[in-house]
């Protein structure tokens, strides 16, 4: 019987509960929990979200390596697990400080199954054994416990240890739903425990004792700079957790938020299906199935849907086919494309049909009268449109009831919708809907000339809300940049929008993007979108600036970001909502959830600048002369690490070069198949050379330079071509008889 089916084997064991420290063997709901308990506080902890004292560290999406710090009492220990195999888990703890003395503080693992079955403890096997249908877990532990004692659910087991303390022995027992071990940091400052899935009680206790004794299993580390992909990795994995009522996978928007027993927001999921594709193609296909999930029979898609509420009156800006654009360039995940294409062209179709009250083909923010949310029919519900809720931009927008939208026209949502348009259009042409792929088109034209005649106010030389029926509104955020993401703004928009850019009273500063310009009274406010920095925006713009060939800009913004993002993450493992635009501090005030997903979004720019795909340049490749290691990552050619070492860049697939150049520049619309190598160049300068080992010479059908021949050589088994003649946006391809 397995509980759980449709779990990958790579991912059984894993951390899968709210609880961060509690390993989880999914198909068959077997979970093996910590606690903790101090005699200095009398309080036992399971180590639950949100409750301050653990410091979340490094953690494979597999969940092959975990690691965290936890404080209880003011004893902290290092809580581990790693696998080497998908049916073992093996667990270690150490002490790092002591609060208390090492007796009376407490650790304890606890086997249990979902089902409530019965865990027995076999004294003469020194293991806990549950058996779910036919297959049996056990549990072992390099030092004997202390004492093993029964319960009927870990908060009992909790409850007994703050009435009872440790000086208790009338729950010893060797059956019951909860079997805990309990040892104390005394005798056992450190320890290591296993964990083993087999088909025969013996055989799983003689697995889970053998693993004891293999050494801790570590993975590949991933490494970018600062460790930009490495924290992209960690809050993607931690947030991984499994939504017990819809019975499947996701990435949440943050393990910490107490939202319920699952919460979806519809731009944040594809986010994180956006992150978690570096790493797990699997896992951004169940994120993108969760974010489209929410689709209504009207043909939007809610804009949350939890455990406790679903926002089916209003929607999110449409950002999902672009982030299904990104990870089909990046893993080739044609599958999302077709699974969530008919969802995402309702969606398109009901903003035009649902949010433009005069047809005047620009979109306003509202609340449909479907429903019983929390907001419904309010101007705070219609703000919920714009994902900006309390942002200065909508102060001076009227809720009208009859149209149940709000009386501006709002820039952000407006550049979304034309965006999503423009990929919609691609998706349908590569899902074979050529009459659909030129519908979208039109609406993404149409969409972009009404944004830049209506949305431009020439007075400010900038982008900004505008009444349906009158004035440009005062407060601005940097949506005004994104006219620049969906290809609206003109070039000489464009050139003025840079301007404000680098203007210190509204948006330059040492972090990025204040959500109020610094000259806007909603500035000082310093809460959510009122004066602070959030990741998604500055992603957003960041991709806009690429658009444009602004990459100077956007490397100094990706930069910026990672500065804001690097520190609280190395110094208090800190992935927030959003940033303090002064000081970059990330909890200087209540609001800020300090794990939240879309901070990921923040390093991985910082990726981004090494190795990035889009909709404009395909995948782009750049050598900026620094040194620099990222990766193995998912790309067209699988799992493959990006290397600049010595001036030299270098993309390797399973520890072979498939790639290196000494040129300083991008390396765009980069195509490895079997029977073509192409790529387009905007060098610094036309000089070294591109070597391609993988290339044997016999192959060589052709090398073509923008359709002409260009020369080459034959250089050990593969071929090198010289650069000195390539000019700027020269394109090279290379035809292989495969």
């Known amino acids: 019987m397995l509980r759980h089916a449709t779990i990958p084997l790579d991912r059984a064991w894993n951390t899968w509960s709210a609880r961060p420290a509690e390993m989880t063997f999914l198909p068959l709901g077997v979970r093996l929990t910590p606690l903790l308990y101090s005699t200095r506080l009398r309080k036992a902890s399971l180590i639950a979200p949100g409750g301050g004292g653990v410091r979340l560290g490094a953690h494979a999406i597999d969940g092959s390596r975990v690691r965290m710090e936890v404080d209880h009492g003011g004893s902290t220990i290092e809580l581990s697990y790693w696998k080497d195999d998908p049916f073992i888990v093996s667990g270690a703890w150490r002490t790092l400080t002591n609060g208390e003395w090492g007796l009376r503080f407490w650790v304890t693992i606890c086997l249990s199954a979902d ?215 990046q893993i080739g995940d044609r599958a999302s494309l077709v699974s969530t294409y008919f969802a995402l062209a309702r969606n398109q179709r009901w903003w035009r049909t649902h949010r433009d009250p005069d047809g005047s083909g620009l979109v306003s923010c509202g609340s449909s009268s479907i429903g019983e949310a929390l907001y419904v029919g309010t101007h705070f519900g219609a703000r919920n449109e714009s994902g900006m809720d309390n942002s200065a931009t909508h102060d001076e927008a009227v809720w009208d009831p009859a149209t149940r939208t709000l009386s501006t026209s709002d820039l952000g949502l407006n550049c979304a919708l034309a965006l999503d348009a423009e990929i919609l259009s691609l998706i349908a042409a590569e899902v074979g809907r050529p009459e659909e792929a030129a519908e979208f088109a039109v609406l993404a034209e149409a969409s972009r000339r009404l944004i830049r005649e209506r949305l431009w106010d020439p007075e400010r030389r900038i982008f900004a809300n505008r009444q349906r029926t009158g004035g440009f509104v005062r407060s601005l955020s940097p949506t005004s940049f994104y006219p620049l993401l969906c290809g609206a703004a003109s070039a000489e928009q464009a050139e003025a929008l840079l301007a404000h850019l680098a203007d210190p009273a509204t948006f330059a500063g040492p972090f990025g993007l204040p959500n109020a310009t610094r000259d806007d009274p909603a500035f000082q406010d310093n809460v959510y979108w009122r004066g602070r920095i959030w990741p998604n925006v500055n992603y957003l713009v960041w991709h806009g600036l690429n658009r444009y060939g602004y990459h100077r800009q956007a490397r100094d913004l990706a930069a910026m970001s990672l500065r804001l ?102 390396f765009r619309d980069l195509w490895i198949e079997p029977a073509r190598f192409a790529v387009t160049l905007d060098l610094e300068a036309p000089a070294g050379t591109l070597r391609l080992p993988a290339i044997k010479p016999s192959s060589v059908v052709a090398v073509r330079l923008d359709g002409g021949n260009l020369g080459w050589k034959a250089v050990g088994e593969g071929i090198e071509i010289d650069l000195v003649r390539v000019g700027q946006g020269s394109r090279i391809t290379v035809h292989i008889d495969p």
């Open 565 to 666: 993002f690097i520190n609280p993450w190395h110094e208090s493992r800190i992935a927030a909502e959003n940033y303090n635009a002064t000081t970059g501090e990330p909890m200087d005030q209540p609001d800020t959830d300090p794990f939240y997903i879309w901070a990921g979004l923040l390093p991985l720019m910082a990726v981004g600048e090494i190795c990035r795909f889009d909709p404009w340049h395909g995948w782009t490749l750049v050598n900026d002369g620094r040194d620099v290691t990222l990766g193995p990552m998912l790309t067209p050619i699988g799992p493959a690490t990006v290397r600049v070492s010595e001036g030299v860049l270098a993309l390797e697939r399973a520890g072979a070069v498939v790639l290196q150049s000494g040129a300083r520049g991008r």
């Open 115 to 329: 089902g409530g079955e019965v865990v027995r403890y076999r004294p003469e096997a020194a293991a806990a054994v549950v058996k779910v249908g036919r297959r049996y877990v056990a549990l072992v532990s390099a030092a004997m416990p202390v004492q093993v004692t029964g319960h009927e659910n870990v908060a009992a087991l909790a409850a007994d240890f703050e009435a009872n303390g440790y000086f208790h022995l009338a729950s010893r027992a060797n059956e019951a739903p909860v079997i805990a071990l309990r040892f104390n940091l005394e005798m056992m400052a450190g320890n290591r425990f296993c964990a083993a899935v087999a088909d025969d009680a013996d055989i799983a206790i003689e697995r889970a004792r053998a693993a004891l004794n293999r050494p801790p299993f570590e993975p590949e580390v991933l490494h970018q700079g600062a460790g930009a992909l490495d924290a992209v990795r960690d809050i993607v994995a931690w947030n991984t957790i499994f939504d017990p009522v819809n019975r499947r996978p996701y990435t949440t928007v943050s393990r910490i938020w107490p939202l319920g027993d699952f919460a979806v927001w519809f731009n944040d999921q594809t986010y994180a299906a956006l992150m978690a594709g570096n790493f797990d193609a699997l896992l951004a296909f169940e994120n993108i199935s969760v974010a489209v999930n929410g689709a209504t029979p009207e043909g939007n898609v809610a804009c949350i849907v939890t455990s406790k509420d679903a926002w089916v009156d209003r929607s999110q800006p449409p950002l999902t086919a672009f982030i299904s654009w990104l990870l089909h360039l």
